[in-house]
């Protein structure tokens, strides 16, 4: 059961969304003038855990998709047959998408140089893809790379499409417990409507307290905060 109170989630979500468009809200007593920034704001779910020992309890990890995109401006990178990276290439023309391919062929001109797999592909793209067959070459032809980076290429089967892959993971939220009690993770942006935010952060939230040892006995504090906004409290 959801411990969140909707209407101070909602007056939350209600002064990120003011503040991101230039008005002033009310913080701590303190009105703070807002600012509409050039480029689209992210909104970062923000938890802080308690009753928690990382080196002793078992560290969770999980991952859900929201009902409304989280990260509309992920970059992708389909490793891909004929068929896939020609689909890339069509999904990365159209707006919303940042999708770009690369073929076997591409990939062995690399020649396993650590700091080019690096520089052109590891810290380019967010997230990659790769077709079933050639995913499991990929570590033979360019090396550990992208293992390292934490981003290992998704198999797609051969017969499936690239775009209904590329949506999920646009929406997918990963909680993961490493070292310490504070986590983040990216829940939506500022041009989602405060309904559309309401239902990605109750979603996140139960789901998160779902993996968690005590479930809300583990749950210190929630906040939400915009790219550049202020911290907004939404459990005590």
């Known amino acids: 059961m959801s411990k969140l109170d909707q209407e101070l989630l909602m007056q939350s979500i209600n002064n990120l969304l003011k503040?991101?468009?230039?008005e002033s809200v009310s913080v701590d007593g303190e009105d703070k003038p807002?600012?509409?920034?050039?480029?689209?704001?992210?909104?970062?779910?923000?938890?802080?855990l308690k009753n928690y020992d990382p080196s002793k309890d078992?560290?969770?990890?999980?991952a859900i998709r929201l009902p409304n995109p989280s990260r509309p401006s992920m970059t992708?990178?389909?490793?891909?047959?004929?068929?896939?990276?020609?689909?890339?290439?069509?999904?990365g023309a159209?707006?919303?998408?940042?999708?770009e391919a690369r073929t076997e062929a591409d990939l062995k001109k690399l020649n396993?140089?650590?700091?080019?797999?690096?520089?052109?592909?590891?810290?380019?793209?967010?997230?990659f893809l790769a077709s079933q067959k050639l995913s499991k070459k990929v570590p033979r032809i360019i090396g550990p790379g992208l293992n390292r980076a934490g981003k290992m290429p998704i198999p797609v089967p051969e017969a499936d499409a690239i775009k209904p892959k590329v949506d999920e993971l646009k929406s997918t939220v990963k909680f993961q417990m490493k070292k310490v009690l504070c986590l983040n993770a990216a829940i939506g942006h500022v041009e989602l409507s405060a309904e559309e935010l309401r239902q990605n952060v109750t979603l996140s939230v139960n789901f998160l307290v779902s993996l968690l040892k005590k479930n809300w006995q583990n749950v210190k504090a929630l906040y939400i905060k915009s790219t550049m906004g202020p911290p907004q409290q939404i459990f005590f």
Not at 94 to 99: A, I, T
């Open 19 to 22: 503040f991101s468009s230039g």
């Open 112 to 127: 396993k140089n650590k700091k080019l797999v690096k520089r052109t592909l590891a810290k380019k793209f967010d997230a």
């Open 76 to 91: 992708f990178c389909v490793l891909g047959n004929d068929k896939h990276c020609e689909e890339a290439r069509e999904l």
């Open 58 to 62: 078992k560290r969770f990890n999980g």
């Open 34 to 48: 807002g600012k509409k920034r050039k480029f689209l704001e992210t909104v970062e779910l923000q938890i802080s």
């Open 94 to 99: 159209m707006d919303g998408y940042s999708v």
